[in-house]
């Protein structure tokens, strides 16, 4: 079975300052782990994704996530938040037990303040 | 490819009519999610297909809640009888489904279902 826990329901950075969004996961067999984002009236986009190979994971909008085993968790950071990073993020796991099933997180939504 | 599609997007319904939500999955995905995003429930996974064949439904509410996937574009989400407490935005996902790096889902807009 797999879970995906996001700590923090609402996070709130300064515009500039450092994200950092918290993930911890449990599956079962080796996860595919994935951080999306929604913007308001949209569905979800992939910002980034861990399959096999490095663990530190580049996305898109200057957004990284590091896989650590060690800790069940992926992370989801950025160096200086932007305004227009305003969202909500999801973090997800996949196994293959039996089919790929995706789980979601409950979501953080970010905050960014001028 | 125009990515995964669903419809309406919009649906406003009376309590206990049949409310049918609609999408066609992206040409070649081959599993496919039907979820429904609440402020109270956040993002709930109700049922996936694979290869037009439901894999798990145990995220469905109850009898009154049905998904069918009769080919590998197009799938259904009924309700009936519809009640309020069925609002929220239903998003439809697809994904490849293979081992590697595929398993990303792409998601369609959702329809915001309102039930009155």
């Known amino acids: 079975a797999q879970s995906v826990t996001q700590l923090g329901s609402h996070v709130s950075v300064s515009e500039g300052a450092l994200v950092l969004l918290r993930c911890n996961y449990s599956s079962s067999v080796p996860p595919y782990l994935f951080w999306y984002v929604q913007y308001p009236n949209q569905g979800l986009q992939l910002l980034l994704k861990?399959?096999?190979?490095?663990?530190l994971v580049k996305g898109i909008n200057g957004f990284e996530a590091e896989f650590k085993k060690s800790e069940t968790s992926f992370h989801l950071t950025k160096p200086s938040a932007h305004m227009s990073d305003a969202a909500e993020y999801f973090c997800?796991?996949?196994?293959?037990?039996?089919?790929?099933?995706?789980?979601f997180g409950a979501g953080t939504r970010l905050f960014v303040k001028a | 490819d125009a990515g995964v599609i669903q419809s309406p997007r919009h649906e406003v319904t009376e309590m206990g009519q049949e409310v049918t939500l609609r999408c066609k999955p992206i040409s070649g995905h081959n599993s496919l999610f039907w979820y429904r995003q609440t402020m109270m429930r956040g993002l709930e996974l109700l049922i996936y297909f694979n290869n037009n064949v439901p894999i798990d439904d145990s995220g469905m509410p109850e009898d009154r809640f049905s998904a069918k996937m009769p080919n590998a574009s197009f799938s259904t989400l009924k309700i009936q009888p519809s009640e309020p407490r069925d609002s929220a935005v239903y998003f439809c996902?697809?994904?490849?489904?293979?081992?590697?790096?595929?398993?990303?889902?792409?998601f369609g807009q959702g329809t915001r279902l309102t039930v009155v």
């Open positions: 997800a796991v996949t196994g293959n037990t039996g089919g790929f099933k995706t789980i």
């Open positions: 996902a697809s994904t490849l489904g293979h081992l590697g790096i595929d398993t990303e889902a792409f």
């Open positions: 861990y399959t096999t190979g490095a663990t």
